[in-house]
């Protein structure tokens, strides 16, 4: 099991050193290659996705990673800059699905801006497409019209094949866990969105034990916030699933907390913290690397079938959760605050 290794910029390499750490502890079958990538990718090689890299991400079954993301690099032509590293690794790998959960552990409720008594418990998964839609669409650009005037315009595209192979794979999750799926669309507005309720529709009809229901993103948009445990799993397209996913993550408070997973139609996988590359404590030893250490364990479950070790370092993670120890984004009065190496030794005693 072959995992290729990018750190990355800012808190990538702490955060990810501490992943690594508790990965080496479960004594599994993981053999690990490192490779520069974003802004260190730059430095070292040029591009923020060299070639070497790319292909040892190829040659591999997973891939963890950090986080990219340079403020130094930001006058860097755009398809040098840092950030260009995470959109090239999905599109040349195919990543078009990818896993968010959101997860509020009983210790952290306080940590949200919403009463404990609407987030307490929750444990909802968002599927989002991720490489369609109008992020991609073509024809797209800024054009000068007869009148004088400038125009922006860009496509929104979903093609049956696109829409189905991410139906399946929300069908498949919501049939593992509480048997939901809720499609998020736009049908009443969108051509694009009424094909894609067509078509998650009539991949339902293969999920008899799945319960299907549609909602237009604005109301989830709502949903989220008046009664979010009403979800078990959302499958939606790429635009709407960047902006859902980021208000869902954040009826847990904690970004430090959540890690999030892209796969490919081969359970190829970038396993990855939602946060970025926070330069603002990088080097300090005050990063969370917990939303890291939860990605593995994803990484474990998804791309390697090792649920059990996942499990392990789920649980290492409640306990010591439960144990007071906290990283200085989530303490909170009465917790004892640790730093990112202390709270990689934690889980380890833990485990
Ligand atoms: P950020 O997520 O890096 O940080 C936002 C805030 O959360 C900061 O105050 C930061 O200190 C805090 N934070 C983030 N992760 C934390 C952790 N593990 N522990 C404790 N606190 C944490 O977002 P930003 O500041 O908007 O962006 C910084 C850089 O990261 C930018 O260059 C941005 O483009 C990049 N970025 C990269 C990714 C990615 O690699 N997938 C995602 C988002 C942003």
């Known amino acids: 099991m072959k995992v290729c290794v990018l750190p990355g910029d800012g808190i990538g390499p702490e955060i990810v050193a501490q992943a690594l750490r508790v990965l080496q502890a479960l004594d599994l079958q993981l053999s690990f290659e490192q490779a520069p990538v974003g802004g260190a990718g730059y430095r070292a090689l040029g591009h923020p996705l060299p070639e070497q890299t ?9 891939i963890l990673f950090g986080a990219v993301g340079d403020f130094s690099l930001d006058s860097l032509p755009r398809e040098l800059r840092p950030e260009q590293a995470i959109l090239g690794l999905r599109k040349e790998l195919n990543l078009f699905a990818n896993f968010r959960p959101a997860l509020v552990y009983p210790e952290l409720v306080q940590a949200s801006t919403l009463r404990p008594e609407v987030v307490s418990g929750l444990d909802i998964l968002i599927i989002r497409e991720l490489t369609g839609d109008i992020y991609f669409g073509q024809p797209r650009g800024i054009r000068t019209l007869d009148n004088g005037e400038r125009e922006g315009f860009d496509t929104m595209r ?11 794979v929300g069908f498949q999750a919501a049939a593992k866990r509480g048997g939901r799926l809720c499609s998020v669309d736009k049908a009443n507005v969108l051509d694009t969105m009424q094909l894609w309720r067509e078509v998650v529709s009539s991949v339902g009809r293969e999920y008899p034990s799945v319960q299907l229901s549609h909602m237009y993103v604005d109301n989830c948009a709502m949903q989220l916030l008046k009664n979010p445990k009403q979800f078990d799993v959302i499958v939606t397209g790429n635009m709407f699933g960047d902006i859902l996913s980021d208000e869902a993550s954040m009826l847990t408070g904690s970004i430090g907390m959540l890690p999030s997973a892209s796969l490919n139609e081969h359970r190829f996988g970038l396993y990855e913290p939602i946060h970025g590359s926070a330069p603002d404590i990088a080097g300090q030893n005050v990063a969370n690397p917990l939303a890291t250490i939860l990605s593995a364990a994803m990484m474990l479950r998804f791309s390697f079938d090792q649920a059990a070790a996942a499990d392990r370092i789920e649980a290492a993670v409640r306990r010591v959760l439960a144990q007071g120890l906290r990283t200085a984004d989530i303490c909170e009065p009465g917790a004892r605050q640790i730093g990112t190496r202390e709270m990689g030794d934690a889980v380890l005693a833990a485990l």
Do not use: T
Not at 54 to 62: I, K, T
Not at 158 to 168: D, F, L, N
């Open 158 to 168: 979903y093609s049956e094949s696109e829409i189905r192979r991410v139906a399946h």
């Open 54 to 62: 790319l292909e040892l991400a190829r040659a591999s079954e997973a």
